[in-house]
C-alpha cells in the first residue's frame, strides 16, 4: 500500500512542478511586491532538484518502510505540499487577483491527495499528528531554505 501512496504523491507534485515551470517564470516577471522576479534558468533547475528529492525520499519510504527518518521525511514531505498550496500559491491569487501558477494543482491534486495518504498513514497508527505536525515543519523549513541556493546555483549553472 505505502508504493500506492508514494506514486500518487509522485504524480501529484510531477503535474504541480510541471504547471509552475511552464508558467511561474513569466507570471513572477509582472513586477508584484510578493513575488521575486524568478528566471527560467533559476526555476526550472530548483523545481527539477525539488522533484528529484520528492522521488528520492519517495523511493526511500517505499525501500525502507521501517525507517522512522524516511517515514517523517515522506510525511514531512505531504505536509509541506499542503501547506505550499495556501502559502504561497492561493495567498498570492488572492492577493494579486491573478492566477497563479501551481495553485490549480496545488488545491485539486496537492492537498486532496496528500491529505488523503496523511489520513491513511494516521489511520493505519503508522505516524501520529505530532509526527505528522514536526516533520511537516522540520521539511517545511529546509525546503524554504534550500529553495533561494537552488535558484541561485541554477542561476550558476544553466543558460539557455
Keep these: 500500500m505505502k508504493t500506492h501512496y508514494a506514486l500518487f504523491f509522485c504524480l501529484a507534485i510531477s503535474l504541480h512542478n510541471l504547471e509552475e515551470a511552464l508558467w511561474l517564470p513569466q507570471w513572477s516577471q509582472m ?84 491529505t488523503v495518504i496523511l489520513y491513511r498513514l494516521h489511520r493505519e497508527k503508522c505516524i501520529s499528528r505530532k509526527e505528522i505536525f514536526l516533520s511537516t515543519v522540520v521539511i517545511g523549513v529546509l525546503l524554504l531554505a534550500l529553495i533561494p541556493v537552488l535558484f541561485m546555483l541554477g542561476d550558476s549553472f544553466i543558460n539557455y
Design 31 to 114: 513586477g508584484m511586491a510578493l513575488q521575486k522576479p524568478v528566471t527560467s534558468n533559476e526555476f526550472h533547475f530548483a523545481v527539477l532538484i525539488i522533484t528529484a528529492l520528492a522521488y528520492l525520499i519517495s523511493f526511500l519510504y517505499v525501500s525502507f518502510p521501517e525507517s522512522k527518518w524516511m517515514k517523517w521525511a515522506f510525511t514531512g514531505f505531504l505536509g509541506s505540499m499542503i501547506i505550499n498550496a495556501v502559502f504561497p500559491h492561493l495567498l498570492a491569487s488572492i492577493l494579486t487577483k491573478t492566477y497563479a501558477p501551481g495553485v490549480g494543482t496545488a488545491l485539486l491534486l496537492n492537498i486532496p491527495v496528500n
